[in-house]
């Protein structure tokens, strides 16, 4: 049997209105119907499984029978730094690491970034975010924030133990991934990389620079890679 499909909603109580666009792919997407099964999600990290109660025009009224904190939260807190990347491969970087475990996403300008934000685009990128959210069973949708420079992206990261920039110019990494930290900030950049005051701008900021290796990565792989193995060490992938 199918697990209940998943929404966020705001206010839960006993009885809830799902309206918007949550109720519209509850009730024309997913047919659900009076009667059905559904899990809530108040975005802080609780679950609430309700019942359909009332399938009206604009919304539909859940009747909550529970309250469970979710056991798909991850422990660590992961921060992910990506300069904007052309097409859709920022959604695609933004639902991946979503799924690995992040608990936020920075998308950031650089000098030789080549894509552009706006407030649609970033409206979009949370829209991804809150969806792969519910498909991964997570009980929280981390927000996707926006920075119109390097500078104000690394400074956002104060406070991390451990902050990594991947440098793709190093011929060394300047130390490891240490495992069991409390806290990683990681930055990666666009397809056009970084320039040496970039570099020298995050590690003014507390950042070390890190290595992925012989080959130039794509930098949506670089992205979910990267996250992907430092996921694994804090121990959220064991």
């Known amino acids: 049997m199918a697990a209940p499909k998943r929404f966020f909603a705001e206010h839960i109580s006993e009885e809830v209105v799902l309206a918007g666009e949550e109720f519209r792919h509850a009730k024309n997407v997913l047919r659900l119907a009076e009667g059905d099964e559904a899990t809530l999600l108040d975005g802080g ?9 009332r399938v009206g025009k604009n919304d539909m ?4 029978i529970g309250k469970r904190l979710s056991d798909k939260e991850p ?4 921060y992910l730094l990506i300069g904007a990347l052309k097409g859709d491969k920022t959604e695609l970087v933004v639902q991946k690491s979503v799924e690995l475990g992040a608990k936020k996403i920075g998308v950031f300008s650089s000098r030789y ?6 407030e649609n685009k970033l409206e979009r990128l949370n829209k991804v975010a809150r969806e792969a959210a519910k498909q991964c069973l997570r009980a929280t949708a981390p927000e996707v924030v926006y920075f119109d420079n390097a500078a104000s992206a690394f400074a956002s990261a104060e406070g991390y133990a451990c902050k990594l ?3 793709e110019f190093l011929d060394r990494s300047e130390c490891g991934i240490p495992a069991d930290q409390a806290s990683y900030a990681l930055v990666v950049g666009s397809e056009g990389g970084f ?3 970039e570099f020298a701008c995050a590690k003014a900021a507390g950042f070390a620079g890190i290595s992925l290796g012989k080959r130039i990565l794509r930098a949506e792989t670089a992205a979910i ?3 992907s193995v430092t996921a694994y060490l804090a121990g959220e992938l064991q």
């Open 45 to 53: 990290g609780f679950e609430y499984p309700a019942v359909i109660a």
């Open 61 to 64: 009224t859940l009747h909550v």
């Open 75 to 78: 422990k660590t807190d992961l």
């Open 113 to 118: 970034c080549a894509a552009y934000m706006n």
């Open 165 to 167: 920039f991947a440098c």
């Open 195 to 197: 320039t040496e005051e």
């Open 225 to 227: 890679a990267f996250l």
